[in-house]
């Protein structure tokens, strides 16, 4: 689907038009709060995460080796968690001291490989989690970073949504339309569709719609007909 012509069906189906309740403000955070959450999270990082310059490695331009004592590290960025969340309206209260004795209690470390200062990629030795490996024993795990990789596109064979037919079904299935007046926006229940049969799940998956969307649809109120709405009509 278009995603600006979604974002435009997501504001009207949210207004009063689509019969949506009207959004809530988030609950506000004092900003002395994100202040002492910030503090904190700095300080756990400078106290436990060490830096090593390795040089040049390949194409890269630096390397640098980011380490920290994994338990430590855990815990204090536990502790600047629980610290904010007090904080946070509506938040539940975490407990003051968590349980990290499943997290490793020894150093873990990860290489950073830098180019035109820019991060390019991370190495992470996943061996490090066994809890008896020989030194000789390795499992390297690399991520390539990248900031200019090609736009997405819908998959070959994808069919476009048609939201002008969703907005007109979940009009429907609001009964904010009845010729004869006896439905009003306010209280009114379509009831359950009809379930699909096996044939119309088959007609459907020809259209473009497999099983599980046309299922998850008719579940919420729609028909084979309103369904089937969905789909590109040929010119």
């Known amino acids: 689907m278009d995603t600006e012509k979604f974002e435009e069906f997501s504001r009207q189906m949210s207004g009063p038009a689509g019969g949506g309740a009207a959004p809530k403000a988030a609950p506000s955070l004092d900003p002395s709060v994100l202040n002492g ?8 990082l400078s106290d436990n995460v060490t830096l090593d310059d390795l040089g040049k490695r390949g194409d890269a331009d630096d390397v640098i080796r980011v380490s920290a004592p994994a338990r430590p590290l855990v815990e204090a960025l536990y502790k600047s968690v629980t610290g904010v969340a007090k904080g946070i309206p509506g938040y539940p209260e975490l407990p ?3 349980d990290f004795g499943d997290v490793p209690n020894r150093k873990l470390s990860a290489d950073v490989q830098i180019k035109d200062g820019r991060p390019q990629a991370i190495t992470f030795d996943v061996a490090q989690f ?7 024993a390795h499992l390297p795990l690399r991520i390539g970073i990248s900031t200019d990789g090609a736009a997405q596109s819908a998959p070959t064979g994808a069919t476009e949504l048609d939201l002008s037919g969703l907005q007109e079904a979940f009009s429907s299935m609001a009964g904010s ?9 306010s209280g009114f229940d379509p009831g359950p569709a009809a379930p699909l049969t096996e044939s ?12 599980n969307i046309a299922e998850s649809l008719n579940h919420s ?3 084979f007909d309103e369904i089937k709405g969905l789909t590109p009509q040929p010119i």
């Open 37 to 44: 959450f910030c503090n904190s999270l700095t300080e756990a």
């Open 177 to 185: 339309d009845f010729e004869d007046g006896s439905a009003t926006d």
């Open 221 to 223: 109120g729609l028909t």
């Open 200 to 211: 119309q799940y088959a007609e459907l998956q020809k259209l473009g719609i497999d099983r």
């Open 130 to 136: 066994a809890d008896a490996a020989d030194w000789s």
């Open 96 to 98: 003051a001291k968590g």
